[in-house]
């Protein structure tokens, strides 16, 4: 499977949003902005796909909140998005790809809290903008980045590239969703009194691990077979990926495409091992040293 790190949309549980009149899509469903031109929109999710569709928005035409469900890290596309990635400036490919795939968890979550560190400095105005008209920001568990909010949990993060701008100049509205008090026809009310309008929310809240997509698709039993994937766990290793899994025949395959370079090698090669029968194709069963 090469369907990506998400799986099926997460549509939280909001029990008075039957109540708005408006159109209610996931952003998933999103297509363009053109045709809300004008018209009051709102957005629920910080990550990505919710500045995105927040800006497209706001660039034709319509006036978008933005609405914050927690803390989200936010930091510019550049420079500070691409120190993660800055000793490919240096060096071999081939050595630079065997030190990302090499270094032991603890050791790469250190190098990305000095790396995020260092974003912190690049992207202080920014940051100190955010915090003043309320947005809440957070750097990723101990520190360690966007990068390491990626290998767990596939989001929780905003690259800059305008939208924050828009945030901090207030051309884009901020409004927390513990504020809100209810949905109702019009759009929401807020716990102060107020009534946000609202023709359009989108729901920018995410999708659900890969799990649930092999549940869809091959029924509870392979999905238990299976179990978690992609995140760590208690392993070294993201969870079910390039690797066999539990289910013979079944392999995943995701990531950004540096990740998926570098490993789709790997992949092909224990495939190519357990068509020639050197390989068991079962994760479960454990590997013996020949003497």
């Known amino acids: 499977m090469a369907t990506g790190v998400s799986g099926i949309p997460n549509l939280p ?42 800006q497209d928005l706001y660039s034709s035409g319509a006036k978008v909140t933005l609405v914050q469900r927690s803390p989200t890290l936010v930091t510019n596309i550049e420079p500070s998005a691409q120190l993660a990635y800055a000793a490919y400036n240096e060096g071999t490919l081939e050595d630079n790809d065997l030190i990302a795939t090499s270094m032991p968890l603890t050791l790469a979550k250190r190098s990305h809290v000095m790396i995020t560190e260092q974003s912190k400095k690049f992207d202080q105005e ?4 955010l915090a003043r008209v309320g947005f809440k920001l957070d750097f990723g568990d101990g520190g360690t980045g966007w990068q390491f909010k990626y290998l767990t949990r596939g989001g929780g993060y905003y690259f800059n590239v305008g939208c924050s701008d828009l945030v901090v100049r207030g051309e884009i509205g901020l409004k927390q969703f513990s504020d809100i008090e209810a949905f109702v026809a019009e ?22 691990p890969q799990e649930y997509l092999v549940r869809k698709l091959f029924g509870e ?10 995140g760590f766990g208690e392993g070294q290793e993201l969870r079910n990926m390039y690797t066999r899994t539990g289910q013979p025949g079944l392999w995943f395959i995701a990531g950004s495409l540096a ?3 570098i490993n789709s090698k790997y992949l ?7 068509e020639e029968g050197l390989l068991p194709p079962d994760a479960r069963v454990p590997l013996h040293r020949s003497s």
Request: aromatic share 6%; with cysteine; charged share 20%.
């Open 13 to 54: 549980e909001l029990p008075t949003l039957k109540n708005f009149a408006g159109t209610v899509l996931h952003s998933s469903q999103y297509t363009d902005g053109e045709e809300w031109k004008g018209k009051k929109t709102i957005v629920i999710g910080t990550g990505n796909s919710g500045h995105d569709i927040a």
């Open 221 to 230: 039993e392979i999905a238990a077979r299976v179990g978690p994937i992609w």
């Open 259 to 261: 990740q998926c370079r």
């Open 126 to 129: 920014l940051l100190d903008g």
């Open 268 to 274: 092909a090669l224990q495939i190519k091992a357990t």
């Open 187 to 208: 759009g929401a009310t807020m716990r102060s009194g107020e009534t946000l309008g609202a023709d359009l929310i989108v729901l920018a809240t995410g999708y659900q």
